[in-house]
């Protein structure tokens, strides 16, 4: 059975950084890309973040680039996002998500996940 569990979440003021983690378990993570996504009460799902089998290749939405990175320890089964110089409108539900698409091409198109966690909470204060 296939589980991606998101942990990490949690309350942080304006400015400061937390690590949210993705665990894989029940599949060869390093067969699967990586998305981040979050969405906030009232929104539409927003993607973040990617990266790719082994980690070679990131893409990040222009909302988070230069504050968020995106990094994989395969050996873990983990995929991380850091997040830096946070804002309240950060604040959202975090969910990864594992596509197994057979080109970088077609994660980056918005290839359909093939397994989603449950989310993780950040909060981020004024």
């Known amino acids: 059975q296939v589980q991606l569990v998101e942990s990490g979440g949690g309350l942080v003021q304006a400015g400061g950084s937390l690590r949210v983690s993705c665990a894989a378990s029940?599949?060869?993570?390093?067969?699967?890309?990586v998305d981040w996504f979050r969405q906030a009460p009232g929104k539409e799902r927003e993607f973040l973040a990617a990266?790719?089998?082994?980690?070679?290749?990131?893409y990040y939405a222009d909302s988070v680039k230069g504050r968020f990175t995106i990094s994989r320890d395969n050996a873990k089964n983990t995929v991380y996002l850091q997040m830096n110089s946070l804002k309240p409108e950060d604040t959202a539900v975090y969910y990864c998500?594992?596509?197994?698409?057979?080109?970088?091409?077609?994660?980056?198109?918005?290839?359909?996940?093939?397994?989603w966690g449950q989310g993780t909470q950040v909060t981020v204060s004024s």
């Open positions: 998500a594992a596509i197994r698409a057979q080109t970088w091409s077609a994660v980056l198109n918005g290839a359909s996940p093939d397994y």
């Open positions: 029940g599949v060869t993570f390093s067969s699967y890309a």
């Open positions: 990266i790719s089998w082994r980690g070679a290749r990131t």
